[in-house]
């Protein structure tokens, strides 16, 4: 299936609860040429009312982030593990809170992110953070233990390339050191600029 017909498609999307507490499905974008697959955990308050992923703060240190790797966001596919957003409830007016999706809800977007591949068949990935690492990787896999070194392809993905797994930009912002943690994370993104 193309990247429209699949965006089309879950946009519909019930196949677990998260679509009843969300404004809309949030499918992943960028160019269906694109070299590098980024696979966040799942869209946050403002991801959720404008429809697009990586669009709030943590997407915002994740650009200057790309910038700084000499990744260029343009040329790159963004999408998340999960498609909903799932969140705590909020005070009205107040931003609304993401709560870490379960096993279950990654596993029913699961269908989606393959189709992405299929449709995209990138050269590298990058996971960004623990909930996107174990939708690729398994549940097994730690960010910890892994993190800014090459990995073989994701097993059941469209590709033939290699990974990388690291933080997710918003660790960087609730980091005590969020220098630290930005040099951290540009690190990681070095190692696939370096690769390609």
Same mark, same amino acid.
């Given at each position: 299936?193309?990247?429209?017909?699949?965006?089309?498609?879950? #946009?519909?999307?019930?196949?677990?609860h998260?679509?009843?507490?969300?404004?809309?499905?949030?499918?992943?974008?960028?160019?269906?040429?694109?070299?590098?697959?980024?696979?966040?955990?799942?869209?946050?308050?403002?991801?959720?009312?404008?429809?697009?992923?990586?669009?709030?703060?943590?997407?915002?240190?994740?650009?200057?982030?790309?910038?700084?790797?000499?990744?260029?966001?343009?040329?790159?596919?963004?999408?998340?593990?999960?498609?909903?957003?799932?969140?705590?409830?909020a005070?009205?007016?107040?931003?609304?809170?993401?709560?870490?999706?379960?096993?279950?809800?990654?596993?029913?977007?699961?269908?989606?992110?393959?189709?992405?591949?299929?449709?995209?068949?990138?050269?590298?990935?990058?996971?960004?953070?623990?909930?996107?690492?174990?939708?690729?990787?398994? #549940?097994?896999?730690?960010?910890?233990?892994?993190?800014?070194?090459?990995?073989?392809?994701?097993?059941?993905?469209?590709?033939?390339g290699?990974?990388? #797994?690291t933080?997710?930009?918003?660790?960087?912002?609730?980091?005590?050191?969020?220098?630290? #943690?930005?040099?951290?994370?540009?690190?990681?993104?070095?190692?696939?600029?370096?690769?390609?």
């Amino acid at each position: 299936m193309s990247l429209a017909t699949l965006r089309q498609e879950a #946009a519909t999307c019930q196949r677990c609860h998260l679509y009843q507490d969300a404004t809309q499905t949030v499918f992943g974008a960028g160019p269906a040429d694109a070299e590098v697959v980024v696979v966040g955990e799942q869209p946050g308050d403002i991801e959720d009312r404008r429809g697009e992923p990586f669009v709030g703060p943590a997407g915002k240190l994740l650009d200057r982030a790309f910038e700084a790797a000499g990744l260029d966001r343009s040329r790159l596919y963004v999408t998340n593990a999960v498609k909903h957003f799932k969140h705590r409830p909020a005070a009205p007016g107040k931003r609304r809170i993401h709560a870490t999706p379960v096993r279950s809800e990654i596993v029913a977007c699961r269908p989606w992110l393959v189709g992405e591949f299929a449709a995209l068949t990138p050269r590298a990935v990058v996971a960004l953070g623990a909930t996107a690492a174990k939708a690729l990787f398994g #549940a097994s896999f730690t960010v910890t233990e892994s993190r800014g070194t090459l990995l073989p392809w994701p097993p059941e993905l469209a590709g033939d390339g290699f990974a990388l #797994a690291t933080i997710h930009p918003s660790a960087v912002l609730r980091s005590d050191d969020r220098d630290a #943690a930005f040099a951290g994370l540009v690190a990681d993104l070095n190692v696939v600029a370096a690769a390609l």
